[in-house]
């Protein structure tokens, strides 16, 4: 079964970065598509970024230019870069892997996804 770990959450100030991680002990995550995703207090869960197998990458558009995807094969780990943080930000994040590949257009919908991390929070306040 496919575990999910994250870390590299906390709190920082607004116009601050984080690096999540998101790890995969025992399995390729390559073989997998990646999405990010958050949920804030009251708030449905987002898609904020996915990585597709095929390589290809997508964002919401509150996270365009802030948030980068990526997935290094040589220490099985995918990351979310986050600058420019917001306190619209905050939330926990969660990172999940899909079995079979959802695609460009369907990457930042959870319901793709069958395996999820214990999420990770991140917190925006001066």
């Known amino acids: 079964q496919l575990r999910l770990v994250e870390s590299g959450g906390g709190l920082v100030q607004p116009g601050g970065s984080l690096r999540l991680s998101c790890r995969a002990p025992?399995?390729?995550?390559?073989?997998?598509?990646i999405g990010w995703f958050r949920q804030a207090p009251g708030k449905e869960r987002e898609g904020v970024s996915g990585?597709?197998?095929?390589?290809?990458?997508m964002y919401a558009y509150s996270v365009r230019a802030r948030f980068f995807i990526s997935e290094h094969n040589f220490n099985n780990t995918a990351y979310l870069q986050m600058t420019a943080l917001r306190p619209a930000d905050t939330a926990v994040y969660y990172c999940?892997?899909?079995?079979?590949?959802?695609?460009?257009?369907?990457?930042?919908?959870?319901?793709?996804?069958?395996?999820w991390g214990q999420g990770t929070q991140v917190t925006i306040s001066s």
């Open positions: 025992g399995f390729v995550l390559g073989d997998y598509a």
């Open positions: 990585v597709t197998t095929g390589g290809g990458l």
């Open positions: 999940a892997a899909a079995s079979r590949n959802p695609g460009l257009r369907r990457c930042l919908s959870g319901r793709w996804y069958e395996f």
